[in-house]
């Protein structure tokens, strides 16, 4: 009650000294009043006094007649809410389609002046299923895959992990590519050899070789942009089956390519991209024994422009150096009790992978080649739990793709699994099935494959 008897005390006392000065602004008597209602010409609001200001203005008047003052009164606006969190569609409403937020909008002064090498630079490391994409904003960007600026750019990117081209048993679109980046399968449409029986054999730099099913013709493409090419006539004639290398003559396909091909009874030939054209360099020497024998489930490997190929009777690998044309062989022992088995390569590297099979147990193992020793040493297997898989079962295994990732297909009658193995972090990871396009649901069976670095300026 003191408090208030004070506050009554106060307030007529500043009445007085309103009135006494003349003042305009007339403050009724409240007794019960526990605020100052100030009247603005254009506003209303609250007023608290600070009773901890210092000023030595005076204590009675300053509050009244100059309430704008700060530091003199406490203003307090109308409450309002704390601000809530709204949904995406209530920041949405009442936007006309089409419309930005300013701070989103990019100044067209501003990107207009963007350097154009810039724009390839960033566009060449973007993801390849983004790039497709932004071939649709203008045909300038469609036309990136003929610039020779672009093609230096996409030269300078680190090559990523490779894709896996492989052949399925389906009658229409046998092709199918799988990104494991994405882990997604694409099934491209490459009008060229959609009449043909062809299969993938090889690649370098982006292009993937292919081989007729009959071992006369083969194909030179680019997956990506379905740049094509069929290669001129042999000038040998070999009917039986021949294996396949591939590789560059310099850091990408502009300077060109050469391909290899070697029957087992010595005959080989080189075509030249540059050239166009196949030439026979030489004869097999004669220490290399023949017949050749070669692996033809094992792709060949390509290692700083020489191509290996694995041979059997006896064991070990026969390379072919594409720049000074020289064979060599050299007699490396198989482990026991391997089958299926596949030459690899990873930095430099040169990796057998196959399957070990010892009573009713299977395994996938992989080893690496000691050089000065010419032996395998093992270096991984696949984890125990999924080998259990195996038990019991005659399981078959095709390499896909020997390029540091691999792909192997493992296959019974009541099994089809697809796995990929990174060879620098002994990573085992599934392969999501490979369904029919539009729409389908039925798994398709891979038969064979091969593995390439995509690359959208590769021209064949």
């Known amino acids: 009650m003191e408090g208030l008897a004070m506050l009554r005390q106060l307030i007529g006392e500043v009445q007085e000294l309103c009135e006494l000065y003349g003042s305009s602004n007339y403050i009724p008597h409240q007794p019960h009043t526990q605020l100052l209602y100030h009247h603005h010409q254009h506003s209303h609001r609250w007023c608290f006094?600070?009773?901890?200001?210092?000023?030595?203005?005076?204590?009675?008047?300053?509050?009244?007649?100059?309430?704008?003052?700060?530091?003199?009164?406490?203003?307090?606006?109308?409450?309002?809410?704390?601000?809530?969190?709204?949904?995406?569609?209530?920041?949405?409403?009442?936007?006309?389609?089409?419309?930005?937020?300013?701070?989103?909008?990019?100044?067209?002064?501003i990107w207009k002046e963007f350097p154009e090498?810039?724009?390839?630079?960033?566009?060449?490391?973007?993801?390849?299923?983004?790039?497709f994409r932004f071939r649709l904003v203008c045909r300038k960007w469609n036309s990136l895959l003929n610039s020779n600026s672009f093609s230096q750019h996409c030269a300078q990117v680190p090559q990523g992990h490779p894709w896996f081209y492989t052949i399925t048993h389906e009658n229409v679109d046998p092709g199918a590519m799988y990104d494991p980046s994405l882990k997604k399968w694409h099934h491209p449409t490459i009008p060229s050899l959609r009449a043909k029986t062809v299969l993938p054999v090889a690649s370098a730099g982006g292009l993937v070789c292919f081989l007729d099913i009959n071992h006369r013709n083969f194909f030179v493409c680019n997956p990506l942009t379905q740049s094509f090419k069929e290669l001129p006539a042999r000038s040998v004639r070999?009917?039986?089956?021949?294996?396949?290398?591939?590789?560059?003559?310099?850091?990408?396909?502009?300077?060109?390519?050469?391909?290899?091909?070697?029957?087992?009874?010595?005959?080989?030939?080189?075509?030249?991209?540059?050239?166009?054209?196949?030439?026979?360099?030489g004869s097999m020497p004669l220490h290399v024994k023949l017949p050749l024998s070669l692996n033809f489930l094992s792709q060949a490997v390509s290692i700083d422009g020489t191509i290996y190929l694995m041979r059997s009777d006896p064991d070990g690998i026969v390379s072919y150096d594409m720049v000074t044309g020289a064979w060599k062989q050299f007699i490396i022992p198989a482990p026991l009790h391997l089958t299926d088995h596949t030459l690899a390569e990873c930095g430099g590297r040169i990796m057998l992978v196959g399957l070990l099979t010892k009573n009713a147990a299977t395994c996938?193992?992989?080893?690496?080649?000691?050089?000065?020793?010419?032996?395998?040493?093992?270096?991984?297997?696949?984890?125990?739990?999924?080998?259990?898989?195996?038990y019991g079962k005659h399981v078959r295994m095709t390499c896909l793709g020997n390029k540091g990732l691999l792909m192997l297909s493992l296959r019974s009658r009541q099994m089809n699994r697809l796995v990929t193995y990174n060879v620098l972090s002994r990573e085992w990871l599934k392969v999501p099935g490979c369904v029919v396009p539009r729409g389908g649901k039925k798994r398709q069976w891979i038969a064979c494959g091969t593995a390439f670095h995509p690359c959208l300026t590769a021209s064949a």
Request: aromatic content about 10%.
């Open 238 to 281: 070999v009917w039986s089956r021949v294996a396949v290398g591939m590789t560059l003559n310099g850091n990408s396909t502009t300077a060109g390519y050469k391909i290899l091909w070697v029957g087992c009874d010595g005959e080989y030939e080189v075509y030249d991209s540059v050239k166009n054209s196949w030439a026979r360099p």
């Open 49 to 109: 006094p600070n009773f901890d200001d210092d000023s030595a203005e005076d204590d009675y008047c300053d509050p009244i007649m100059r309430s704008g003052k700060s530091g003199t009164l406490k203003t307090m606006e109308p409450y309002e809410p704390p601000p809530t969190k709204k949904s995406r569609k209530e920041r949405n409403r009442g936007k006309l389609p089409g419309t930005t937020n300013s701070a989103e909008v990019m100044e067209q002064e």
């Open 364 to 390: 996938v193992c992989i080893w690496e080649l000691q050089k000065m020793m010419l032996l395998w040493k093992e270096v991984d297997r696949m984890p125990n739990i999924w080998c259990l898989e195996f």
């Open 117 to 131: 090498d810039l724009f390839e630079a960033v566009i060449a490391r973007l993801p390849i299923a983004t790039f």
